[in-house]
């Protein structure tokens, strides 16, 4: 229970965000920008405490493997449900348009799905953190929140573009909130057994799987007729949260 309270109030971020995106007007560059900052965050977590608690629990090979499986399945995954529609689902609409469904049938439950592919990596490490009567570190958990803000607002803007209705995007926003909270719950159960080295590997697929996510999904985003100074502004994500990591260990 508390692997889902935790991964629920990581995925609160995703919620807030759409709530901001589906109600109030904000230019591209604004949307860039704030995505430019969450993918600094993101990088940062799983550098400096993803892949660094793995490879000091279990060494270069069995990090690597585990890195580059996540990054696979989740390309794999992406690159399925871009097929389907879903491959613009973090774009904000005015650089690039989300399809409506009619223009393209099927593509809102894509939509939803590529969101909740998104998550997975995510509510993965927070169910694995809590294994053992571990905690999941208070700054992990305020970097996947901050993360997950402009995430759920670039989507929810472009979907609102896309003539989504605000039934349909507020309702699939929410039910991703509570399915980040049921997969760390999950997480947590199903994996609860593994040894301390098997727990890092599966760290380090988490870690891959959240930077393919990251380059495939956001970045794109953030980087699209970006505003000045987007690299020092994704720069500064990644210190926030570096600072955050490091303080947090004193």
């Given amino acids: 229970m508390e692997a889902g309270f935790w991964g629920l ?3 609160l971020g995703l919620f807030l965000g759409a709530l901001v995106g589906y109600f109030v007007e904000l230019r591209h560059h604004v949307i860039a920008t704030i995505m430019g900052f969450g ?5 940062s977590i799983l550098s400096f405490d993803l892949m660094e608690e793995a490879y000091e629990l279990t060494g270069f090979e069995m990090t ?6 996540g990054g696979l399945v989740f390309s794999t995954a992406n690159w399925l449900l871009a097929r389907h529609g879903a491959q613009n689902r973090k774009r904000c609409g005015q650089c690039v348009q989300q399809p409506s469904e009619e223009q393209h049938p099927g593509s809102g439950i894509s939509l939803f799905l590529g969101a909740l592919v998104d998550g ?8 694995l953190s809590l294994i053992g009567g571990g905690m999941i570190p208070s700054a992990t958990l305020a970097g ?3 993360a997950n803000v402009p995430q759920g607002l670039s989507s ?7 003539r989504r209705s605000a039934r349909y995007v507020l309702g699939a926003w929410g039910g991703l909130t509570l399915a980040s909270g049921v997969a760390a719950l999950l997480g947590y159960s199903i994996f609860g057994g593994l040894s301390t080295s098997m727990i890092a590997l599966m760290s380090a697929f988490a870690a891959g799987g959240l930077l393919a996510m990251l ?3 956001m970045i794109p985003e953030a980087f699209d007729q970006a505003s000045a100074f987007i690299g020092l502004i994704t720069v500064t994500g990644f210190l926030a949260a570096f600072v955050i990591l490091k303080i947090s260990l004193h």
Avoid: C, Q, Y
């Fill in 9 to 11: 109030i990581a995925g």
């Fill in 39 to 43: 993918g600094g965050v993101l990088i």
């Fill in 64 to 69: 690597a493997a585990g890195f580059l499986a």
């Fill in 120 to 127: 997975i990596p995510e509510s993965l490490v927070i169910g």
């Fill in 144 to 146: 996947f929140f901050l």
């Fill in 156 to 162: 929810a803007s472009g979907m609102k573009d896309a």
């Fill in 215 to 217: 380059t495939e999904t």
